[in-house]
Nanobody, 126 residues
Framework: DVQLVESGGGSAQTGGSLTLSCVASGYTYSAGPMAWFRQAPQKEREAVATISGGGARTYYSDSVKGRFTISRDDAKKATYFQMNNLKPEDSAMYYC????????????????????WGQGTQVTVS
């Protein structure tokens, strides 16, 4: 089975920082891109960051660009999401997702692009 397990969510104050982690198991992790999405109550799931297989390319939504950084450590099968200068509007459930290998898309992944999902970790900013 493919599993993605997120951790690192919690509460933070405006202007603070949090780092999310996502650890993968059960498949050839390094082959495909990884992504972070978020979903606030009564809102659609939003793509916020994508990192290519191997980590050479990253993509961010305008809402987080310049504040958040996605990275990966393929030796640990881990993807990270460093979130700085947090704002109340960043409050949401954050999900890690992955796409199987194949042709690179050169853009933010959408939910339909992804094959596997974690269970989510809550981030609350006040």
């Amino acid at each position: 089975d493919v599993q993605l397990v997120e951790s690192g969510g919690g509460s933070a104050q405006t202007g603070g920082s949090l780092t999310l982690s996502c650890v993968a198991s059960g498949y050839t992790y390094s082959a495909g891109p990884m992504a972070w999405f978020r979903q606030a109550p009564q809102k659609e799931r939003e793509a916020v960051a994508t990192i290519s297989g191997g980590g050479a390319r990253t993509y961010y939504s305008d809402s987080v660009k310049g504040r958040f950084t996605i990275s990966r450590d393929d030796a640990k099968k881990a993807t990270y999401f460093q979130m700085n200068n947090l704002k109340p509007e960043d409050s949401a459930m954050y999900y890690c997702a992955s796409r199987k290998g194949g042709n690179p898309l050169f853009r933010l992944l959408t939910p339909d692009d992804c094959d596997w999902w974690g269970q989510g970790t809550q981030v609350t900013v006040s």
